[in-house]
């Protein structure tokens, strides 16, 4: 089991925008406009996981 940390829930916006938390700038640096992530789908899990991308491989 990987080791997760529940942050928070959010609604699928009408123009499908999906918000972050606050957390996510708090726990992991990103900075709005400038952090880039890789979105990746687990089709077993049903979940989909967003990683910060590595500096400079944008």
Do not use: C, H, W
Not at 16 to 42: C, Q, S, W
């Amino acid at each position: 089991m990987q080791n997760r940390i529940y942050l928070d829930s959010y609604v699928l916006q009408q123009d499908m925008r999906v918000r972050m938390p606050k957390a996510i700038l708090e726990n992991i640096k990103a900075e709005k406009g400038k952090t880039f992530f890789d979105i990746f789908y687990d089709s077993k899990a049903d979940e989909i996981i967003l990683k910060k991308k590595k500096e400079g491989n944008q």
